[in-house]
């Protein structure tokens, strides 16, 4: 929602374009694969899912004649985004936009989980992130161009629900780094954004087990994967940049509700935990 009306930076030669999609092998991912490579990006591929990379690999390049370097990697494994980076020297590729997209929930309440199970969602929701950014983005700042969309969640603008404990945690985390990182990288021609989106047809809710669940929420309240990503690259590479990017009405609203009356936010989100969160009762 916030916008700085700077002029837009000149990209790369599209010949030069590179764009990285982390979590491209299905749904918000697979989108900006798709709406990037009809921009003209060439795109690295990462996920853990090889066999599904390669398959949107040939998709991308017999639509949109782009070129792919498939990626496969578990974010979880600390040293991903270093071996992403070297892969990325060794092909001599610069990337101009990295889409930081890779991330699930973890269902239950903080203390129902191991730990082990939380600090490998930390490392794929914020350590990777950060590291990612850290490393690419030295680059686009001494070439003068570049973007950077962290997918964060309208989660990381509401209060905290009882259960998936961290998720809305570690998307707060990734509003307030993009924010950070768009002021720093604003006078290099650097354009940063966090985008927030609601409820997205994907397959999120099939692996936290909440499909039933989320599946009674009203058609309004759903957005679709396409939309989002278009969204997104629009908050970018659009003509004004918009530093927290949230698609549709109602999520824009349901934040600026939140805003002006937390303590209804507070309580809207304690009624959802137990519609909408897999939760062992006492």
């Given amino acids: 929602m916030n916008t ?20 491209a092998s299905a749904g918000i991912g697979t989108a900006f694969c798709r709406a990037l490579a009809a921009r003209g990006f060439n795109l690295v591929l990462v996920a853990r899912r090889e066999d599904r990379l390669r398959a949107l690999a040939d998709e991308l390049q017999a639509h949109h004649g782009v070129r792919c370097l498939v990626l496969p990697a578990d974010l979880a494994d600390p040293g991903a985004p270093a071996a992403i980076d070297d892969a ?19 269902p239950g309440r ?3 989980v191991d730990w082990k199970t939380h600090a490998a969602f930390l490392q794929v929701m914020v350590t990777a992130v950060c590291e990612l950014c850290h ?5 686009m700042i001494e070439r003068g161009h570049g973007q950077v969309i962290n997918v964060a969640s309208v989660a990381g603008h509401m209060p905290g629900t009882e259960g998936h404990t961290l998720y809305a945690a570690s998307k707060a985390f990734l509003v307030k780094l993009s924010e ?30 909440t499909r039933d669940r989320v599946s009674k929420m009203p058609g ?16 970018v590479l659009g003509p004004k940049h918009r530093t927290v990017a949230i698609p549709g009405r ?21 009624r959802s935990s137990h519609r909408f969160r897999n939760l062992n009762e006492d």
């Fill in 250 to 270: 109602v999520y824009r609203a349901l934040v600026w509700i939140n805003g002006a009356w937390p303590w209804l936010g507070r309580q809207m989100n304690q």
């Fill in 88 to 106: 990325l020297t060794k092909a001599d590729i610069d990337i101009e936009c990295l889409v930081n997209n890779a991330g699930y929930g973890v």
């Fill in 180 to 209: 950070s990182l768009a002021l720093e990288g604003k006078k290099h021609g650097v354009r940063v954004s966090a985008l927030c989106p609601g409820f997205t047809y994907s397959e999120f809710h099939d692996i936290t087990g």
């Fill in 4 to 23: 700085t009306d700077e002029p837009t930076p000149n990209p790369a030669p599209k010949a030069e374009r590179w764009a990285l999609v982390t979590g």
């Fill in 110 to 112: 903080l203390v129902e």
């Fill in 135 to 139: 490393r690419l983005m030295p680059g």
């Fill in 220 to 235: 309004y309240m759903w957005l679709q994967a396409d939309d989002v990503a278009e969204y997104g690259l629009d908050a």
